[in-house]
């Protein structure tokens, strides 16, 4: 029942995530934590952060670490099935589709109508995660006491590093990892 249950769920988000893995977390978010309650938001943003390091398409990469979570390694190819199946399937009618009307007004239309509501998805992600990130209750709060000062020091180092200098997302990813693992040698 588990892997039906597994299987379904990321056949609903392999077939609503329009706009790649960004746009997959709030579905991702709404299955996985709030409503099966596989995950906590706390676990959920490591999958994040593990689905980011790891290499992949996100989505697939938080269907293995879930079903995996869940149901061990039979629980992760029913979620990754379930995640790709859709896919396969819409990119082959879409491709058809999009090469024989692509110079079609309202298939430009179309495609131009989805690109803000791709982007106010991953915007709503993106602000998910760094609640949870940002605040120790993961809600919002102006409470000095319940902001993780590291965090949001991790997160503006790594926003220069990678806006200024354009450095590698891994590079700065490891270096933040490095800096929590001295400070905590450090602190302890």
């Known amino acids: 029942m588990i892997y039906l249950q597994l299987f379904l769920s990321f056949l609903q988000i392999g077939a609503f995530s329009f706009g790649g893995g960004y746009a997959a977390m709030p579905l991702i978010q709404h299955q996985v934590v709030e409503l099966h309650g ?13 689905s980011q390091m790891t290499p992949g398409p996100i989505a697939i990469n938080a269907a293995t670490f879930v079903g995996t979570q869940i149901a061990g390694v039979p629980g992760a190819l029913a979620a990754t099935a379930g995640c790709v199946l859709p896919s396969c399937i819409i990119a082959a009618i879409l491709a058809n589709l999009y090469i024989r009307y692509r110079n079609l007004k309202v298939m430009q239309g179309i495609l131009g109508s989805l690109r803000p509501a791709v982007v106010s998805m991953i915007a709503a992600a993106g602000l998910s995660i760094l609640i949870s990130a940002f605040w120790v209750s993961g809600a919002f709060s102006l409470a000095a006491s319940n902001i993780r000062i590291r965090s949001v020091i991790y997160f503006a180092t790594a926003l220069l590093l990678l806006r200024k ?23 302890t």
């Open 165 to 187: 200098t354009k450095l590698n997302p891994i590079w700065v990813m490891l270096l933040c990892g490095v800096a929590e693992v001295l400070f905590t040698l450090v602190a």
């Open 38 to 50: 596989w995950l906590s938001m706390n676990q959920f943003t490591d999958l994040v952060t593990i």
